[in-house]
């Protein structure tokens, strides 16, 4: 039953992190963004490997602020490496449909690929380097 609770809730905080910073960054990058803008072509390579960077460096940062997992157990911890960019990569997808709904822009990260993609990079950062 606790390794059932551990699985449950270090997927769901993995999970959480993984939001949060992607729409930090995405509220950062469109700040950052808009003023120099002046065309929607971008290049599909050069937004993926953006995203590595910038999931990586997430990463990296998330460590600064919790260095260490909410629970020990490896095996538990790796199923985060697999559920949490899908459910992410999903959300950044769904976030999409309903910016282009609504007739706002969109920006490189809300896309299933992106988010998915930074995700990734991020809970993988965090499983190899965390305590």
């Known amino acids: 039953m606790e390794a059932i609770f551990e699985l449950v809730f ?13 729409v930090l960054i995405e509220l ?18 050069l937004a993926f490997i ?7 460096l997430a990463g990296v940062a998330s460590l600064w602020i919790f260095p260490n997992h909410l629970f020990q157990f490896k095996h538990l911890q790796s199923y985060g490496l697999f559920f949490v960019p899908l459910f992410c990569g999903a959300t950044m997808a769904g976030l999409r449909r309903l910016r282009e709904s609504k007739g706002q822009p969109v920006f ?5 690929a992106y988010g998915y993609t930074f995700a990734f990079f991020m809970t993988l ?3 190899y380097r965390a305590g």
Request: with cysteine; charged share 20%.
């Open 108 to 112: 490189f990260m809300d896309s299933f």
């Open 10 to 22: 270090g997927v769901l905080w993995e999970l959480f992190a993984n939001l949060v910073f992607q």
């Open 50 to 56: 953006g995203s590595i960077l910038l999931g990586s």
């Open 28 to 45: 950062g990058m469109r700040s950052l963004v808009e003023p120099f803008r002046k065309c929607d072509r971008r290049h599909p390579i």
């Open 125 to 127: 950062v965090r499983f």
